[in-house]
């Protein structure tokens, strides 16, 4: 049976063989991963069972990559919709139910109408329902308050928090660098 090419990522680990990112799961194409074998940026730690040919050359897929050269993460992560959600676990921080990201919306805890800025100490997850619900008025005035403080992430928190999503998808020979909040097997 054929397989796609397409279904062929590489995972992209750092020099310390730790992935650059958990969520989105650092993934390069095909293509990219062999640029980078060819530009002796990477080391090629597994591969699929997959070749590609050129007239000259037959290469099996990387499945899994390290970097050569170690690359520090960003130690605060942008002020994202997205990085919101992911600190706060894609759970509304006011009924406490976790939604799909497309079911999600963010609330100002002080509303921007009454002078609340759009900064990760004011903004917090919410549902449309309890967000609808709680309008344009303070916590005290609503009498709802967001179960966790929100607070400026780091880049460790969100990569943490990432973990516990992982992707529909995971290659077996990645399985060995990627570390999700699963139960380990007994020897």
Known sequence: ???????????VLNADFRPLSYFPLSLWS????IKAVFLDRVNIIDHYDVCVRSPSLEMQLPSVVSL??????ARHPAFTRFNVFLRDRFTCQYCGEPYP????TFDHLVPRSRGGRTIWTNVVTAC????????????RESGMYPRHRPVQPTTYMLQENGRAFPPNYLHESWRDYLYWDTELDPF
Request: glycine share 2%.
């Open 101 to 104: 990201s497309h079911d999600l």
């Open 128 to 139: 449309a329902t309890c967000n609808l619900w709680k309008g344009n008025r303070l916590p």
């Open 30 to 33: 095909w293509q990219d991963a």
């Open 1 to 11: 049976m054929a397989v796609s090419l397409d279904n062929c990522p590489a995972l």
């Open 68 to 73: 050569k050269e170690y690359v520090p993460a």
